[in-house]
């Protein structure tokens, strides 16, 4: 089946820093990407809604400057959150929605802590 | 956003036993999907129902779904401790290029 990597897998950064995480599908063309974030024991949230080539498609609540996603290719998407704060710890997962099958594949996830 | 519930929230069981999961959601949907997450790992994909489909079996498991009702069940039969999980429902708009929005979750624990 299709494939999805993220990485990097688990991340530790000092408060007010940023960090980046990429999302590639590797055999596969996502013209669409999908950003999620997990709290412990919650479920998946959406954050964004990314298309190669355009500007991403926030979730109410979700600031856009503070998470800032680029689709610059039909198999890469970034999310970097900028001046990140401990509440900002979480699990990031990203999915790929491939073409033509319309099918959506999902990331291992990344871990994401601030100290 | 979310596109509704789950329950139980919480359920244990018995090796052997049988567990069964709700889902409720809100919209009109393509398909539905179940997904299971181990704790503290990605999610593994479990078995997709399609909108126009009322039952689907893979293995131990059966995924009922009622449009009618807005709502869905995953049974796993016979269950064992390595089941010990959470499990997600999530649902596809009809919508084209939306995003998988997933249910709160069933966390499940299997004891032997």
């Known amino acids: 089946g299709a494939v999805v990597s993220q990485h990097p897998s688990w991340v530790i950064c000092k408060s007010g820093t940023s960090v980046k995480i990429e999302c590639r599908s590797l055999d596969f063309q996502a013209t669409t990407m999908f950003w999620y974030r997990q709290f412990p024991k919650q479920s998946l949230m959406l954050m964004a809604t990314?298309?190669?080539?355009?500007?991403?498609?926030?979730e109410q609540g979700v600031e856009k400057d503070k998470f800032l996603i680029n689709h610059a290719s039909l198999t890469l998407s970034t999310l970097t959150v900028t001046s990140a704060h401990p509440e900002d710890s979480s699990f990031y997962i990203c999915s790929a929605r491939e073409r033509p099958s319309g099918e959506q594949y999902f990331g291992p996830g990344t871990r994401l802590t601030v100290t | 956003s979310q596109q509704g519930e789950e329950d139980p929230q919480a359920l244990s069981i018995q090796e052997g036993e049988n567990a069964t999961m709700n889902c409720s959601y809100k919209t009109s949907i393509n398909n539905l999907q179940w997904y299971r997450q181990n704790s503290g790992r990605g999610l593994v994909h479990l078995i997709l129902i399609r909108s126009n489909e009322r039952e689907k079996h893979s293995g131990r498991l059966r995924v009922t779904l009622d449009t009618s009702k807005k709502s869905s069940s995953l049974l796993i039969t016979a269950s064992r401790a390595a089941d010990t999980a959470s499990y997600f429902c999530?649902?596809?708009?009809?919508?084209?290029?939306?995003?998988?929005?997933f249910g709160k979750g069933t966390t499940l624990s299997v004891s032997s």
């Open positions: 999530a649902t596809e708009s009809r919508q084209a290029g939306t995003a998988l929005i």
């Open positions: 990314s298309n190669e080539g355009s500007k991403a498609t926030y």
